[in-house]
T-cell receptor
Framework: DAGITQSPRYKITETGRQVTLMCHQT?????MFWYRQDLGHGLRLIYY???????DKGEVPDGYVVSRSKTENFPLTLESATRSQTSVYFC????????????FGDGTRLSIL | GQQLNQSPQSMFIQEGEDVSMNCTSS?????WLWYKQEPGEGPVLLIA?????ELTSNGRLTAQFGITRKDSFLNISASIPSDVGIYFC?????????????FGKGTKLSVKP
């Protein structure tokens, strides 16, 4: 079934390691987003991308890197993971930002020890 | 920055009861969205509202876009156990930074059979 898929679903890693979360969508949506979800904070935008090779910071970008070489993929990298980055990460996509709803993946639960 | 105040934070109701939750903001939004999130999954879009005053239904769910464009509510009629989850409102402001979504912190709904 077409849609938006995230991998891995679960990841445990250690402080200081690099980890990459993958996001793939089959709708050919222009826009893609990365959020983190934490208790007490709800969903917070990390980075978004309007098209291939165009990315921009969201509310909480520090410690994260993104790339978008192909429209369908939007990986999120933690270059040197910290415990404060333990969270559930959601990828989303939308056809246009202005009035089109975002559709979410099922999330990656990341634990940093 | 822009914030959405979503209330109540949580609700414990009996099966068959009606539910009402709302979101308010000091800022104007051009689009209001309502999502539901179940454990271990990403948010799923329930209803999208694009015009002030708009009232839209999706089965037992009804949502309205406030006339002032600063609020929205979601009603669930005759609740059933599968309504359990966290409900999020989200607003889109075209004039904001690329129009990304601003999320409320969610209303956690528990339904007792």
């Amino acid at each position: 079934d077409a849609g938006i898929t995230q991998s891995p679903r679960y990841k445990i890693t250690e402080t200081g390691r690099q980890v990459t979360l993958m996001c793939h969508q089959t709708w050919s949506h222009s826009y893609m987003f990365w959020y983190r979800q934490d208790l007490g904070h709800g969903l917070r935008l990390i980075y978004y991308s309007a098209a291939a090779d165009i990315t921009d910071k969201g509310e909480v970008p520090d410690g994260y890197v993104v790339s978008r070489s192909k429209t369908e993929n939007f990986p999120l990298t933690l270059e040197s993971a910290t415990r404060s980055q333990t969270s559930v990460y959601f990828c989303a996509s939308s056809e246009r930002v202005s009035n089109q709803p975002q559709h979410f993946g099922d999330g990656t639960r990341l634990s940093i020890l | 920055g822009q914030q959405l105040n979503q209330s109540p934070q949580s609700m414990f109701i009996q099966e068959g009861e009606d539910v009402s939750m709302n979101c308010t903001s000091s800022s104007i939004f051009n689009t209001w969205l309502w999502y539901k999130q179940e454990p271990g999954e990403g948010p799923v879009l329930l209803i999208a509202l694009y015009k002030a005053g708009e009232l839209t239904s999706n089965g037992r769910l009804t949502a309205q876009f406030g006339i002032t464009r600063k609020d929205s509510f979601l009603n669930i009629s005759a609740s059933i156990p599968s309504d359990v989850g966290i409900y999020f409102c989200a607003g889109v402001n075209y004039g904001g930074s690329q129009g990304n979504l601003i999320f409320g912190k969610g209303t956690k709904l528990s339904v007792k059979p």
